[in-house]
Structures are given as C-alpha cells and as structure tokens.
C-alpha cells in the first residue's frame, strides 16, 4: 500500500528557495515512477517535474530552476525549487505510477499525497 506525504512546504520571499520531501509510508516508493504537479486557487493542477530511474521531463515553467530527484534507499522523492516566483505559489502534490506511463498527465498516476503549501510573496 503506497501512502504519499509531501512535507517542505512553506512561505517564501520570491528569489529564494525550498525543498519539497515526498515520503512512503508502505517504503514501496522505490518501484514507481513520481510526478509533482501543483494546483493555485482557482485552477487546475498541473505537472510540475517527473522522475523514474533519472529526471524524465519538467514543466516549461520551471525547468532551470527546480530539479526533481530521488533516494531510493530510503523511499523519498525531492522537488529542489531555486529562483521562487510568485507565480509558483499553490498546493504540491506527489503522485506515483506504475511502470513508465506519460508521466505529464494526471490520470495515469496511481496513488497522491494531500498536498503541501507553498507560497512565494512578492
């Protein structure tokens, strides 16, 4: 049973930087590929960045300022965000997939954590 919690989140001045964690508490996360998408008020959420064995794929957006990794001796995925934009402000989520699916849309993720806030003030 895969059981995602996202923890980092915070408020932050635009410029500076967070790193988001993503933890399993079934310790199965090594087996799955993870996305991180996040969703401001009023929107939909989106694809952030995602990761299988290596980094796959970033989200224009973000791409150059955050980089997705993972540990999987201990069942974690990281979203190192540099260069915080207000823009970037919102709910993140991790998810994971099974196998090696299109990793930027939403439906093919399996399992999703609750979220964690970020907010960049300007």
């Known amino acids: 049973q895969v059981q995602l919690v996202e923890s980092g989140g915070g408020l932050v001045q635009a410029g500076g930087s967070l790193m988001l964690s993503c933890a399993d508490s079934?310790?199965?996360?090594?087996?799955?590929?993870v996305g991180w998408f996040r969703q401001a008020p009023g929107q939909e959420r989106e694809f952030v960045a995602a990761?299988?064995?290596?980094?796959?794929a970033y989200a224009d957006s973000v791409k150059d300022r955050f980089i997705i990794s993972r540990d999987n001796v201990k069942n974690m995925v990281y979203l190192q965000m540099n260069s915080l934009k207000p823009e970037d402000t919102g709910i993140y989520y991790c998810?994971?997939?099974?196998?090696?699916?299109?990793?930027?849309?939403?439906?093919?993720?399996?399992?999703w954590g609750q979220g964690t806030q970020v907010t960049v003030s300007s």
């Open positions: 998810a994971a997939a099974r196998g090696l699916p299109e990793l930027r849309q939403r439906g093919v993720y399996d399992y």
């Open positions: 079934g310790r199965t996360l090594s087996i799955y590929s």
């Open positions: 990761v299988t064995w290596k980094p796959v």
